[in-house]
């Protein structure tokens, strides 16, 4: 069973930096994890993704140059680390799961419906 969980969020004032964190398990073939992220009265959005087969990455526009995608294999955890955050980075984010029988290859920011797997999500606050 795969299991996402995600933590790390937290109150932040504009231009500083937080790192969220998705300690993963249970994958099975060849995953891909990703961040998306929900602010109150908007669709869910991708911010970033990484594969397990060779970590390749790919960003949203919105957030190309300042938040990083990242994993540490021997802890199973992808972080995502956030940096000259913004008042409109304000949201919850969540880490999500794919697998794919063969190659993972991730090559454009993540889409929801590309994910079966979630975690509970994080409240990121950014003031001005």
């Known amino acids: 069973e795969v299991q996402l969980v995600d933590s790390g969020g937290g109150l932040v004032q504009a231009g500083g930096s937080l790192r969220l964190s998705c300690a993963a398990s249970?994958?099975?073939?060849?995953?891909?994890i990703a961040w998306f992220r929900q602010a109150p009265g908007k669709e869910r959005e991708g911010v970033a993704t990484?594969?397990?087969?060779?970590?390749?990455?790919a960003y949203a526009d919105s957030v190309k140059g300042r938040f990083t995608i990242s994993s540490d294999n021997s802890k199973n955890t992808v972080y995502l680390q956030m940096n000259s955050l913004k008042p409109e980075d304000t949201a919850i984010y969540y880490c999500?799961?794919?697998?794919?029988?063969?190659?993972?290859?991730?090559?454009?920011?993540?889409?929801?419906?590309?994910?079966?797997?979630w975690g509970q999500g994080t409240q990121v606050t950014v003031t001005s």
């Open positions: 249970g994958f099975i073939f060849p995953y891909a």
């Open positions: 999500a799961g794919r697998e794919a029988l063969g190659t993972m290859v991730v090559s454009r920011a993540p889409k929801v419906w590309e994910y079966d797997y």
């Open positions: 990484i594969s397990s087969s060779d970590g390749s990455t």
